[in-house]
């Protein structure tokens, strides 16, 4: 208990070092904020112009897909927010040793390298996309529930995390490459299948992004939830997915570092 309340209290001061360091730039500061706003028109238009000419889309109605379209926008507010800043900088930092000076301190070198930078400019648009969250919610029929919006963000949180070790382990395998952004670059492009209703994949596809390489599930399961009957089944899969990342996330981290070479070295 005194281990966790101890992280608890170093993420407190990268919480208050990262807002004091994002009022000193304030330009940029408030053109992330417009970029991101700008992100989120772009996805909700592309969705209602494609209703224009269909009813139904991956067995979704319009009111249905903006309730997935808020779900990724949380996901990747989330995703901005918590993870993006440290995971652009990580391969920088293990390419020119500055690695050692995390590896030293007393904290595990995972969390403080994941955490340590918080994008207050995102988190902002975090609550933004939580309020495109109400306006779907508010134009759906029937209102699914306090219950479900609750496990519906819960599950977005869990989805969130499956995308960040993914991330994180493209960015780790810079241990061994020594490139200047690891595989990051590829999940990017490929987190843009988590932008598509999984009701639009099927065959090999389908399972690839769903068992092992689980992009379909990040924002398509959560909504599930909300759209269709209560089912276990999907719930237990996501939870599996997160520890089993999470797992294979530490491990690889582990390896990592035994194949590192310090800058002292």
């Known amino acids: ?29 408030y053109m992330r904020i417009i970029m991101d706003l700008c992100y989120y028109a772009v996805a909700i238009s592309f969705f209602r112009t494609v209703f224009l000419h269909t009813t139904i889309v991956g067995g979704w109605n319009e009111s249905q897909m903006m309730v997935f379209v808020s779900g990724y926008l949380i996901v990747d507010a989330i995703n901005m927010t918590v993870f993006a800043n440290n995971l652009w900088f990580l391969p920088t930092i293990i390419n020119n040793g500055e690695l050692d000076y995390y590896l030293v301190r007393p904290v595990s070198s995972l969390f403080f390298l994941s955490l340590r930078e918080f994008a207050a400019n995102s988190f902002l648009n975090l609550i933004c996309a939580l309020g495109v969250l109400a306006w779907a919610l508010h134009g759906y029929t029937p209102f699914p529930g306090f219950g479900k919006v609750i496990l519906f963000l819960l599950m977005l949180l869990n989805g969130s995390i499956i995308f960040f070790c993914m991330n994180m382990m493209a960015n780790t395998l810079v241990f061994w490459t020594h490139s200047s952004d690891g595989f990051g670059d590829l999940v990017w492009m490929m987190a843009k299948l988590a932008e598509r209703p999984d009701g639009i994949f099927h065959g090999a596809i389908r399972f690839v992004i769903t068992f092992i390489l689980p992009f379909a599930i990040i924002s398509s399961f959560p909504a599930r939830i909300i759209i269709e009957q209560f089912n276990w089944g999907i719930l237990l899969h996501m939870f599996a997915m997160s520890g089993a990342f999470l797992a294979l996330l530490v491990g690889l981290w582990s390896l990592a570092l035994k194949n590192y070479s310090s800058a002292s070295s």
């Open 1 to 29: 208990m005194k281990t966790l309340w101890r992280y608890v209290r170093l993420y407190g001061y990268f919480l208050s070092f990262s807002f004091s360091k994002a009022f000193e730039f304030r330009f940029d500061f």
